[in-house]
């Protein structure tokens, strides 16, 4: 089988798909990932096929912010539900799938598999005439949001003529479900075709890298927090980062920060000896040392979870809002909102994660269901049968 993966050009989009696509080449199928040229190099150094789809993530975003001025006026939640979905289905898409069209025709895959976030891919699939399955890439957006992408999207569905549903291609064959039930939100029931699937499980040092030497002689009598803002927000972060190392600056902790290759540790000025500041470290190497994770709330609380460590989640933009809700209704964590962000409230609450056991208890059974969550080898078999039945598989 000939599986064709679709993503939006960044580490939260990619990663959630790589433990399936993993298992896939695993079990004998052939994998590539179609995506903006400046993340394909990337996608390369993890054994891949990349090619060359829509445009890089900063310039989607710009177009975005030209194509729709009048939701530059909002923010956190309204942006999130109002902004992204006319950008990902009327910006993104279009420009993606004028690329992606002639590859699924040259390539052939036998089904396609995009990131939930990613519109193009059913267009370009439906055209072929082949099945796509949904990669959720973390808790399930409202499904408000999809209906308005759907809306969005309507005029290049015509343009190729052909239908995708009210959801913009969401919902239709095979949603597959990577958020443990504590987070999930409850709108999932409605979707028939979701089947859960764990992405936990990526291949150690898959993303092309490794773990800084000094890593191996961390002092066993020091916590270790690890501060991450992601890979998108971090530029514009950098008093975000100033709060957390004053807080951290006299703390009996490991503090471990990665800040962005737009960012030089060097412009932090001298940390004293118990604080590392790089660019970046390969979170699925460095989370098996931790004990507490402070973050932005992207995709990448799903990995932290898996390992049961509690969160401080510092949202920026995006679904970070929403997921930090999440994390805060489950118990696993504490949250800090733009104007919250102090020394102070960052001290008290990295404190909590260290020190509250419920917690570290609520972070321990999030963990749990995940483990008790089908593995990517699930995912694999779903794909198997929706290639062979062609129809859409209900739960």
């Known amino acids: ?109 036998d089904l396609l598999v995009h990131d939930e976030t990613e519109f193009a891919g059913p267009v370009a699939a439906a055209e072929a005439g082949i099945p796509w399955a949904d990669q959720s890439v973390g808790i399930m957006r409202p499904r408000a949001m999809a209906r308005l992408a759907g809306e969005t999207l309507a005029p290049l569905a015509r343009q190729h003529g052909v239908d995708v549903g009210l959801f913009g291609g969401l919902y239709r064959w095979l949603y597959i479900d990577v958020a443990p039930p504590s987070l999930q939100s409850a ?43 992601g890979t998108v927000f971090n530029a514009k972060a950098r008093d975000v ?21 737009d960012n030089d540790p060097a412009d932090f000025g001298p940390q004293p000896d118990h604080i590392h500041v790089e660019r970046f470290i390969p979170q699925s ?6 004990d507490a994770v402070v973050n932005q709330g992207g995709t990448a609380i799903l990995p932290i979870l898996a390992h049961g460590l509690p969160l401080l989640v510092l949202p920026q933009g995006a679904n970070q809002f929403h997921n930090a809700a999440a994390c805060v209704a489950a118990g ?41 969550m089908p593995g990517p080898e699930r995912g694999v078999e779903l794909l198997e049968r929706l290639a062979t039945e062609r129809r859409p598989l209900l739960r």
């Open 1 to 109: 089988m000939r599986v064709l993966c679709t993503c939006l050009p960044g580490h939260g989009h990619f990663n959630p798909m790589l433990a399936l696509a993993q298992s896939l080449t695993k079990a004998g199928h052939e994998v590539a990932f179609a995506t903006a040229a400046d993340f394909c190099p990337h996608i390369e150094r993890t054994g891949f096929a990349a090619f060359h789809a829509g445009l890089p993530l900063a310039r989607q975003m710009a177009d975005a912010r030209a194509a729709y001025p009048e939701q530059d006026r909002l923010v956190a939640m309204d942006r999130f539900e109002q902004f992204v979905p006319r950008m990902l289905a009327g910006v993104a898409a279009p420009a993606r799938a004028a690329d992606l069209v002639p590859i699924v025709e040259d390539w052939k895959p």
């Open 187 to 229: 709108e999932i029931a409605g979707v028939e075709v979701a089947h859960q699937v764990q992405n936990a499980t990526i291949e150690p040092g898959a993303e092309g890298e490794a773990l800084p030497a000094w890593v191996g002689d961390l002092p066993a009598d020091r916590p270790v927090v690890y501060v991450s803002l």
């Open 241 to 261: 980062f100033g709060a957390v190392l004053e807080a951290l600056a006299s703390e009996p902790v490991t503090a471990i920060l990665t800040i962005g290759s």
């Open 285 to 290: 190497l460095l989370l098996p040392y931790c």
């Open 332 to 372: 696993v964590g504490r949250r800090l909102v733009p104007g919250e962000v102090t020394a102070d409230a960052v001290r008290r609450d990295v404190r909590a994660l260290l020190d509250d056991a419920d917690l570290r208890a609520a972070a321990g059974r999030v963990k749990e269901e995940i483990e008790a």
